[in-house]
């Protein structure tokens, strides 16, 4: 009988980086191999006892060396979130909004032309939110600009919590606001409810600004004044949780201004930022021309901004950058940092739902603003049916299957297959269908570009023991 080679290979997913290879397993194990140990690898070469062999081992790369429970366990980690159900709920309280920013989340038809939703629906929205099996909710209220429908944020916010006395979920409930209409009783009860606050900031007064134009004064002043306010009261109570955030977006004026970027949210004591590239969904993909970029230049932004957040961290300062975190969450630790854009299946439907103002319900936000430009694609129907309703309709069985990575050919041999995701809405409005075509689209770039930044940043001893500090026990990201 044949001996079996203990040395051959287990399905071989690599990516070429530079002169080396990237090679991963079945559940992760991501490994650097110079061409030469990857030619042994590759031919069943790799000799017992070598540090090769014991480095392809550990990762699960040797067919005769398959410890197939720590496999399994690895498999599971990272794909958590995929049965949990929808744990994010996005009520989207109205279009309208007093900014006219340039990127415009919310379409430029909202601003003024949208209406707002109304207590009944928020209630039924709400409804749905607590039909899902998931016993972590987080909902979230947004625009257009969500505190012009104060009254009915309120009202949602009280009956969720009494919903909650029943439900005894891990209830979370967040705002996210560009501050300009915030008052001071609107903030007392915000921080009496526990009711957290995100809010836009896209770096410096002068590139904010720019990209977020409003007619009432200074956006980033007033957002500054009140992110300040919001966390002296936090720090008075003590509680992490109802620390303010804020979230920047990045346009093509941001590109050259990454350490800026970067020291405007230390100064400003948030403790981290999320570095995220902006896509070419709903309005933005009118203005791309204007405001867009290609992978390659968002990542040459990214590494310049990463670069300066760690010169921080070797200074002695904990600052966070959260996608990066993300990241090293997947690769050092085999978990899922719940990221419902980055993960297969995605978390359209699955993972999360958005709800507009009129009470149609989509996969998710994004499919919500491919229907505030007139495409319909992406609901799967009303506030106030069930989760188990909603997620039976096509429109989220097709972005499931269309963002499993089983499914998408090119991906099958990609060494980031265990960590990554596609996004069927950014295919569809970029390439016309939700299964897309991932070698030729920009995401595709853009995700092997971050994975190879924060992978190689780990490969550093000094560096990957300041991730690790951000990641902790409980999730950074
Ligand atoms: S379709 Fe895209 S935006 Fe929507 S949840 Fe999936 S990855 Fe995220
Ligand atoms: S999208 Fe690109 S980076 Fe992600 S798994 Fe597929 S081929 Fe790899």
């Not at 969500?146 to 009494?162: E, F, R, S």
């Not at 007619?215 to 306010?229: C, I, M, Q």
């Not at 070698?439 to 550093?460: D, M, P, S």
Request: glycine letters at 12%.
């Amino acid at each position: 009988m044949k001996k079996e080679n203990p040395s051959a290979p287990f399905e071989p997913r690599f990516e070429r980086d530079g002169k080396d290879f990237l090679v991963s397993g079945f559940a992760g194990g991501l490994l650097r191999l110079s061409a030469r140990d990857f030619a042994a690898f590759k031919a069943g070469r790799a000799r017992a006892g070598t540090p090769l062999f014991k480095k392809l081992e550990a990762a699960g790369l040797l067919r005769g060396r398959l410890d197939l429970d720590g496999l399994a366990a690895g498999a599971a980690g990272l794909a958590r979130g995929a049965w949990t159900g929808p744990g994010l709920h996005i009520l989207v309280l109205t279009l309208r909004c007093n900014h006219s920013c340039v990127y415009c989340r919310a379409t430029a038809a909202g601003n003024g032309a949208g209406g707002l939703m109304t207590a009944a629906t928020a209630r039924r929205a709400v409804d749905t939110a607590f039909s899902s099996p998931n016993p972590e909710i987080t909902i979230e209220f947004q625009g257009g600009e969500a505190l012009l429908n104060w009254a009915v944020l309120k009202d949602a916010a009280l009956y969720a919590k009494k919903l909650n006395r029943r439900a005894g979920k891990d209830l979370r409930l967040t705002v996210v606001t560009n501050l300009s209409v915030m008052d001071e009783e609107k903030f007392a009860f915000l921080v009496k409810e526990g009711i957290s606050v995100c809010t836009s900031l896209d770096g410096p007064a002068e590139l904010h600004n720019a990209n977020r134009r409003w007619s009432g004064g200074s956006s980033h002043a007033t957002a500054v004044r009140w992110l300040n306010k919001f966390k002296a009261a936090a720090a008075r109570d003590g509680s992490a949780d109802s620390l303010p955030s804020a979230l920047m977006t990045t346009t093509r004026r941001s590109l050259p201004l990454a350490a800026e970027i970067v020291e405007e949210y230390r100064g400003l004591g948030l403790g981290g930022i999320f570095l995220r590239p902006l896509s070419p969904i709903g309005y933005a993909a009118g203005v791309w021309p204007e405001i867009g970029y290609g992978p390659e230049e968002f990542l040459a932004f990214y590494r310049a901004a990463l670069a300066r957040v760690m010169r921080i961290n070797y200074a002695g300062e904990r600052f966070v950058e959260r996608n990066a975190a993300l990241l090293a969450r997947k690769l050092l630790r085999a978990e899922d940092p719940n990221y419902l854009d980055l993960r297969s299946p995605c978390g359209a439907a699955i993972g999360q739902l958005a709800y507009n103002w009129d009470g149609g319900v989509y996969t998710c936000d994004e499919g919500r603003m491919v229907a505030a430009c007139g495409d319909e694609a992406f609901r799967l129907g009303r506030a106030g049916e069930t989760c188990a309703a909603l997620l039976a309709r096509p429109a989220a069985r097709v972005c499931a299957m269309a963002s499993c990575l089983e499914a998408q050919s090119y991906c099958e041999r990609c060494a980031f297959k265990p960590f990554c995701g596609v996004c069927p809405v950014h295919n569809y409005c970029t390439q016309g269908s939700p299964a897309g075509d991932i070698a030729a689209g920009g995401w595709c770039a853009l995700q092997k570009g971050l994975f190879k930044t924060v992978f190689k940043l780990l490969e550093n001893k000094r560096a990957r023991a300041v991730v690790e500090g951000w990641l902790g026990g409980g999730s950074a990201a």
